[in-house]
Each structure stands twice: as structure tokens, then as C-alpha cells.
């Protein structure tokens, strides 16, 4: 039977394709694709696992005390036939050799599977009985946590082994440790639960332009493993099992979406220039160097931010050390052929935990306010031996080419003076081991309303600025990006976040400073004209929004819409009066 679940749109277009649930589990799980060749490894790794905890609990029934009762020997049975049951042992290693899921994805994946029937049994005593598969996986997955052998950092790029079928994943949640681990995988949308039009997993959804929609609430729990599944990401609608009719009008979205993405491909190649003359800079977001080439590939003139943290997730505990760090840096500034390469210094903490924290850090249900504790420059600060590590790694990369270096969520003087202090450190200490430095701007990130309000202060100090508008918008209006609960009030057009806007572009004109925009809204067309009649000349984006945007650039005409702002920045409702005001300037076009 078809059904609808409803959430927030967060990536546009449609998909569709079959249900791959990520299902949670009671301890972290990598989900990552093996290669066919290591198909093998993977279920030895679960032999392995299981013959392990047989024999623990083997151990723990002989051991059992004479007056134990009964029960406790007979519930040792359970979980070791448990152990060897064909819906458990069989089916898990099908996911292996079918999909080719990691050990502990198939072993979550068929726990769900598993799980579900359990809630459907009528008898009580029957449907408590889940309780003990679950605590045997949790062993299993215990078991293959101690062993050696997990694929995970060798897997780089995962292949499509499910065949013709297409595949979206539907999850609760999704880290974004293992949403890089998906990342360029073979799903071509994606479901949560959980999270707002900001949250970390929406991003990554629109960095790799796949429809996708968050905040479904029921969605991992209505949706089934296999089920066909369509993600209209521009409505916020997901709709499960559709019916031929439904599928067919779908699919006429999907290809009439295609005709238009070739259709805007076409720009990739004309320089943004406005029709008085104005340039635009229209720049890159990337996460790792391997992003670099889609980068230019799609006509960005450069990266105007390299999010260094995701060379520091998901490494089992293992931060990358100077050297290595220096080869990421390096790579992706040779990529770009002499374009700068902005090297955002490492801004973990709130949603984007490292595992190295502690485990109170890592659940945000312990901290009462985790994005405003201790994250980004703070938390380099608190470490002043990675954040050398770091400094050194980008400085030895900028003898490559034009590095700028990017200090995120700035909000004291202090901070300020003590990253450039630590700048400084770093190339003394180059210089004395006669290793190779290049020159770099420094910059800082306005993400916050103190930053933007003493904007002139801090350009004494740096040579450029860059506006992270999702956290400045989550400051401003004390929302928390990732809670669906009040995604609603997440609003990029409120009247405080635009004055704030206006006010640091114009000031870091004033100065003289550059001033470029690295948030969604950058990468959002609907706000193109907006932030150029503001004066912004420099915009940083996912490389598939640079075509979309450059069509808006090479539309505009910044002396025209120059005229509009003060009405817009003085509106109650700015977006309805920048809708207004455009239609003579449109209608004059």
C-alpha cells in the first residue's frame, strides 16, 4: 500500500529507488561498501565475531556458580542458538554478499529486519524475546569493534553492486563521519528523521546535488528494507510504494530536471560578469582534495572554502599528523592550477563531533548548549599542538600556490590576535627547520552577531573576511540548525540577519578588506541579486550550484537592484518587498 511522509525539502529534484535502511544501534557503526574482492574478508570478519562470542558465552554458562538459576543457563542457550539461526547468521552474510555492506552494516541491517518481525508477533512473550537477538548483536558488534581488519579507511570509493535498481537511504540520523563515507556512494537521495534545512546531513545532501529530504520523524520506522521509495526534495514529500501513475509522473520530473542541469551546464565556461560590468567571483566549497577537480570542472575560479574537519572525522581516534595533512593541503591546491585555495582551519564541535572527544562531548543530549561550547577556534586553541600541526601543514602547502587561511567563528579580540599569534609561531618554526613557506592571507569567519558588529575591529587584524551565514543565522536568531522542532523558525530573510549582512559587506568594502559569503545562501539563487545589490562581489558554493548562480549573475544588473535595498532592509517582510521590487526591473529586462 502507498504512503506519504512528510519533511523538511532540503536538496531539490526527485529520486527514486529502493530503501536502504541505516538502521541505529545501541553502539557506533561504521557503514561503509566493500569491494567484491573483499567480500570474503567481510564475512570471515563475522565468522570470526560470532565464534568469539560463542565462546564467551560458552565460558560464561561454565562458569555460572551452582546455585545460579535455571533460567540463567537456559537464557545462555537462547543466545548462543541465537548465534547460529539462519534469520540471523545466513541472512546477515547475504547483505555482505549481495550488497556488499560492511560486517557490522549488515549485521545493524538484518537486526531491523529482524526486529520488525518480532514487533509484529501477537504473543507477548514471543515479542519480547527481541530484546535477546538485539543483545547478541550488540556482542557481535562489540566482538568485531576489538578485532582487526575493518575496511573502513582503505574504502575510498564505493561502487554500485545493487544491480539496475537505483538506491536512497533512509536513516534516523546520519553523522557526518559517515555522511562522507556516503559521499560520492551510490545513493541517489537521502531520508532522516531527524535534522533541519541547515543540519550537517541536508548539507552534505546539497554538496552532492541529490534530492533529499530531513525531519520525516516516522520515515526509518514506516519504510521497510527494499521498498520502492520517491524523494521529491523540492516538496518536502517522501512517498512510499507509488503507484505506477505516480511513478510515471515522477519520472517525468527526473528527466525534465536533467534537460534543464545540461541546460545550465552550458555556463560553465562564461565569466560571471553582471550587465554593468560588475565581476563575480564564483567560488568552490570542498570538503576533501579529491573535490578539487569537480570544482573546476563546474567553472569556480577558485575555492573559497575547504572544510579541514573532514580530514580530522572518522579516524578511529587517529588525527592526522603535519605531514599528512600537508600532502591533503597540497593536493588540492596543485588541483586548482594556480587558483586560490581558501583552508578553512579545523571548526569541529556541536554538530560536527570528532571522535577524539570524549563521549560526553560526543552526545549533544549532555550538553546543554553544544554550539555554543567550546568548537572551531576555541577548540584549536584549547589544543595548541594540532592547531601548530595545522598551521604549519597550510603554511608548507602555500609554497604550492595562493593559500588564504580562514579562522572560523571568530567572536574576541583575543581570539583574533591569539590564532595570528599561533600563525606567526607556525612559520618562525618553518623558517628555524629550513623547511619551505609560502605567503597567505588570513582571514576570519563572521559567523556570529558579535563578529558582525565589530566587523571594523577585527579588519585591523585580518586581510579578509567571509560570512558563514548558517551559523550567523543560527546566532542571530537562536536556532539551533540541526533541531527539526524548530526548523521553522530557521529564516535567512529575517530582518536582523539581512542588517547584519549589509552592514559587514559594507564595512569590509569600506576598509578595503574582501568580503566573500560561503554559506547556503551563497548557493542559493533566490538570494544572488539580494547579496549582489548589497555589494558582494565574491561568493563560495557547492560546485553544482555555480551554474544556477552564474545564470542569475549574468542577468543582473547592479546599479538597478543598488536602488532597491534600503526599502528591502527597512521592510518588516524583506522577502516579500525584494519580490516586489524586482518585478519593474524584471519587467524592464
Known amino acids: 500500500m502507498s504512503l506519504q511522509v512528510f519533511g523538511l525539502p532540503v536538496s531539490r529534484g526527485v529520486a ?12 557506533d557503526v561504521a557503514h561503509y561498501f566493500v569491494e567484491a574482492t573483499q567480500v570474503e574478508h567481510e564475512i570471515g570478519r563475522l565468522r570470526h565475531a560470532r ?6 558465552l560458552t565460558a560464561l554458562q561454565r562458569e555460572l556458580p551452582a546455585d545460579a538459576p535455571a533460567e540463567l543457563s537456559a537464557l545462555l542457550d537462547v543466545h548462543i542458538m541465537l548465534l547460529h539461526d539462519e534469520l540471523l547468521a545466513d541472512a546477515t552474510k547475504l547483505w555482505i554478499v549481495e550488497r556488499h555492506y560492511n560486517a557490522e552494516w549488515a549485521l545493524a541491517a538484518q537486526l531491523e529486519v529482524v526486529a520488525r518481525q518480532f514487533d509484529e508477533m501477537e504473543d507477548d512473550y514471543l515479542r519480547e524475546r527481541k530484546a535477546d537477538v538485539e543483545q547478541v548483536v550488540e556482542r557481535l558488534l562489540r566482538a568485531l569493534s576489538r578485532g582487526a581488519g575493518s575496511l573502513v579507511a582503505t574504502t575510498a570509493h564505493p561502487r554500485d553492486f545493487a544491480g539496475e ?10 553523522a557526518p563521519a559517515d555522511m562522507l563515507q556516503f559521499k560520492g556512494s551510490v545513493f541517489t537521495g537521502f531520508i532522516t528523521d531527524v535534522g533541519g534545512r541547515t543540519s550537517h546531513t541536508a548539507i552534505v545532501a546539497r554538496s552532492m546535488d541529490i534530492p533529499a529530504v530531513v525531519g ?6 514506516l519504510i521497510r528494507q527494499d521498498d ?4 521529491d526534495g523540492d516538496a518536502g514529500v517522501v512517498i512510499v510504494d507509488p503507484s505506477p501513475i505516480v511513478l510515471e509522473e515522477y519520472r517525468f520530473r527526473q528527466r525534465q530536471s536533467d534537460l534543464e542541469r545540461a541546460r545550465l ?16 567571483e564564483l567560488m568552490a566549497n570542498i570538503e576533501l582534495p579529491t573535490d578539487a577537480p569537480a570544482a573546476l570542472a563546474a567553472g569556480a575560479v577558485g575555492v573559497g572554502l575547504f572544510r579541514s574537519e573532514f580530514l580530522f572525522m572518522n579516524r578511529n581516534g587517529h588525527l592526522p599528523d603535519e605531514d ?9 591546491v596543485l588541483a586548482m592550477k594556480g587558483l586560490p585555495v581558501t583552508i578553512r582551519t579545523v571548526d569541529v564541535g556541536a554538530d560536527k563531533p570528532l571522535e577524539r572527544m570524549s563521549l560526553q562531548e560526543l552526545r549533544h543530549e549532555h550538553a546543554l548548549n553544544p554550539a555554543l561550547g567550546r568548537r572551531a577556534i576555541r577548540w584549536s586553541l584549547s589544543e595548541p599542538e594540532m592547531f601548530m600541526q595545522q598551521l604549519r601543514a597550510i603554511l608548507r602547502a602555500a609554497a604550492h600556490g595562493p593559500v588564504r587561511l580562514l579562522i572560523p567563528m571568530v567572536a574576541h579580540l583575543g581570539e583574533a590576535k591569539a590564532a595570528l599569534a599561533a600563525v606567526a609561531r607556525a612559520r618562525q618554526a618553518l623558517v628555524l627547520s629550513g623547511q619551505p613557506a609560502g605567503d597567505v592571507m588570513v582571514g576570519a569567519m563572521v559567523e556570529v552577531p558579535a563578529a558582525a558588529l565589530v566587523l571594523p575591529l577585527f579588519l585591523q587584524h585580518f586581510d579578509f573576511v567571509s560570512i558563514g551565514t548558517n551559523d550567523l543565522i543560527q546566532y542571530t536568531l537562536a536556532i539551533d540548525r540541526a533541531d527539526e522542532a524548530v526548523a521553522h523558525l530557521y529564516d535567512p530573510w529575517h530582518p536582523a540577519v539581512l542588517q547584519l549582512l549589509a552592514r559587514a559587506i559594507e564595512e569590509a568594502a569600506r576598509a578595503g578588506k574582501p568580503v566573500s559569503v560561503c554559506g547556503e545562501m551563497a548557493g542559493d539563487p533566490a538570494f544572488t541579486e539580494l547579496l549582489l545589490s548589497m555589494g558582494l562581489r565574491s561568493f563560495s558554493m557547492h560546485p553544482s550550484q555555480i551554474a544556477a548562480v552564474k545564470q542569475r549573475v549574468l542577468r543582473a544588473d547592479t546599479r538597478r537592484l543598488r536602488t532597491c535595498l534600503s526599502q528591502v532592509l527597512a521592510s518588516d517582510e524583506p522577502e516579500q518587498a525584494w519580490r516586489l521590487a524586482l518585478v519593474p526591473l524584471e519587467a524592464a529586462a
Not at 565464534?51 to 564467551?56: C, I, L, Q, T, W
Not at 535498481?165 to 546520519?174: E, G, M, R, S, Y
Not at 552550458?266 to 560590468?277: Q, Y
Open 16 to 27: 527514486i529507488g529502493r530503501a536502504v535502511l541505516v538502521a541505529s544501534s545501541p553502539i
Open 51 to 56: 565464534d568469539v562470542v560463542a565462546g564467551e
Open 165 to 174: 535498481d537505483p538506491l536512497v537511504l533512509v536513516a534516523n540520523d546520519i
Open 216 to 221: 520525516a520523524r516516522e520515515a526509518s520506522r
Open 228 to 231: 520502492w521509495v520517491v524523494i
Open 265 to 280: 551546464d552550458r555556463l560553465r565556461h562564461t565569466p560571471a560578469v553582471t550587465l554593468d560590468g560588475q565581476v563575480v
Open 324 to 332: 599528512e595533512q600537508y600532502a591533503a593541503y597540497r593536493d588540492a
